[in-house]
């Protein structure tokens, strides 16, 4: 028995050797036992994924921006103008074709073809275009603000170290690489910055519409300045020569002994009178021919030769539309250009409000540095590094909300602009629709009152020709004459002055500029 009990043992042992020893074993064993050590390129990509995740977190929490979000304000204006349309004002809705350029409405070539060329040449015209370039770099400027920053670095030294201080050894160092940095705009002080710098340039496009509209009128109302000389011209060569016939006449009375003298001084005063007006009349006409080629961007003179030719004063149409109140708010560019400034101040509240919450940065560096050139660009030189940071000012004495403060009270005063100018430009309206209609009226009594003086010089002449009257009947009818006429001139140049003045005031005369691929030619976006 116990020797069967030894023999039946052996193979059991025999068995458990060669489990023991069998190749297999070990393996599995080491499997399960033995871990592996990442890489660099895996540690790499684990942090990078740790940080993209991090970044969807703090975009979700900062998906709003803080701060006031703007509204435009509501503003209530009346359905009607208060003022009366007279004389060929009507309500009816402004066609936008004419208002753009409601200078061809008064049929004059020449007061078109100066009109293109005060858009291509006059500088404060280019300087408002200059304006709308500066802030739309700005705006670009604030947009990168949303973007990393990527920097290339390279560095090569060459040191030695002091025998007092240290061994006198030298050493080297070089080193290339990119430098990446990310402040993420979680509560949106970065998005107001750009919002307010859009606003900015949407009231600079606005700015560069309301020179133009201005520039135009200028134009215009100065072309009207040199035909209104012209005819105030005419009507005292008229005279004069009217006057120097009555002289004539009262002189060769006086040498054939049918009058005394004094008719003659009469006549003579008269006369000389009215040439002293010539000198005046010239110095208003070179000074308007002087400010139109300025406006044009030219040297003083550059439009004398051009309009030398007198030239009638350009007729009003019969009928203009004015619309309401409310289409004026919309054409004019600057009520429009005060809307975005108070846009763009009620989202730097925004920006200010920023301040009081924490700034979060990504930085990382990735490239290649060793102490030997001829090492540099080995796959043992790489070097990397990454991680993120925050920024939380926790004392500043409330500066932060003074700043808040400084802006809130900052767009209070646009606001207060904003309705301001929406009030001087219905004013504007109101006035010009007073101007033009009444003005009007006065040519047409004007006209009226001369007509009568020319009979009444007819008259005085012959009664006096006929010993029934003195001479001063006829000197009080002739400046009666010269008066009117000279009235009823500057009165038709102020009609037309008049009906540009309304255009101004409706904000006529940008739109045209547009372009179907929204390229600027001057006053499009």
Not at 125 to 150: D, F, S
């Amino acid at each position: 028995m116990p020797g069967g009990s030894s023999d039946a043992k052996k193979p059991r042992r025999a068995i458990k050797s060669l489990s023991e020893s069998s190749p297999s074993a070990p393996r599995e064993m080491d499997m399960k036992t033995i871990k592996v050590k990442p890489s660099t390129d895996e540690k790499l990509q684990r942090l990078l994924r740790v940080l993209v995740t991090a970044c969807s977190l703090l975009s979700l929490c900062g998906c709003s921006a803080v701060g006031p979000e703007y509204v435009k304000p509501e503003t209530a204006v009346a359905p009607a103008w208060h003022s009366e349309l007279q004389d060929g004002l009507t309500d009816a809705a402004i066609d936008p074709q004419t208002l753009a350029q409601w200078w061809s409405t008064l049929d004059d070539p020449t007061l078109s073809s100066l009109m293109e060329r005060a858009i291509r040449g006059n500088l404060d015209l280019k300087n408002a275009r200059a304006r709308v370039r500066e802030a739309r770099a700005l705006r670009g400027i604030n947009r990168a603000r949303l973007l990393p920053t990527i920097d290339a670095t390279g560095l090569a030294t060459k040191s030695r170290v002091s025998e007092n201080s240290g061994d006198g050894g030298e050493s080297e160092l070089y080193s290339a690489g990119f430098d990446a940095g990310w402040e993420l705009d979680v509560f949106g002080g970065v998005r107001r910055s750009v919002e307010a710098a859009e606003a900015d340039l949407e009231a600079s496009w606005e700015n560069l519409h309301d020179v133009l509209v201005s520039l135009l009128a200028e134009v215009a109302l100065n072309y009207m300045e040199v035909r209104t000389y012209q005819a105030q011209f005419a009507v005292a060569e008229a005279n004069i020569a009217a006057q120097e016939a009555t002289y004539a006449y009262t002189s060769s009375r006086f040498e054939a002994g049918l009058s005394n003298e004094l008719p003659v001084q009469q006549a003579l005063t008269n006369l000389e009178t009215t040439r002293s007006q010539i000198p005046s009349l010239r110095t208003g006409l070179a000074a308007a021919n002087n400010r139109l080629s300025v406006l044009l961007g030219e040297q003083p003179g550059a439009v004398d030769r051009e309009l030398a030719e007198p030239r009638p004063i350009p007729v009003p149409p019969l009928t203009v539309a004015v619309g309401v109140p409310a289409d004026t708010l919309l054409h004019r560019p600057d009520v429009r250009r005060f809307e975005r400034l108070l846009a763009g101040q009620t989202a730097r509240i925004g920006v200010a409000t920023a301040d009081l919450y924490p700034r979060f940065f990504l930085t990382g560096t990735i490239g290649l540095e060793s102490l030997a050139a001829g090492d540099l660009f080995s796959s043992a030189s790489r070097m990397w590094l990454f991680g993120a940071s925050a920024l939380w000012n926790l004392f500043d004495a409330g500066a932060a909300r003074q700043r808040i403060e400084f802006q809130s009270a900052l767009r209070d005063q646009a606001l207060n602009e904003y309705g301001s100018k929406i009030l001087l430009a219905l004013e504007e309206v109101e006035n010009a629709l007073v101007a033009y209609a009444q003005e009007q009226f006065r040519r047409e009594s004007l006209k009226a009152a001369t007509a009568a003086a020319q009979k009444a010089v007819i008259l005085a002449q012959d009664q006096y020709a006929a010993g029934l009257v003195d001479f001063n009947n006829v000197l009080v009818a002739q400046r009666s004459l010269l008066n009117l006429q000279d009235e009823l001139a500057r009165s038709e140049g102020t009609v037309t002055s008049n009906l540009v003045r309304l255009y101004k005031a409706l904000g006529g005369g940008w739109k045209f500029q547009a372009s179907s691929d929204g390229k600027m030619a001057v006053g499009t976006k």
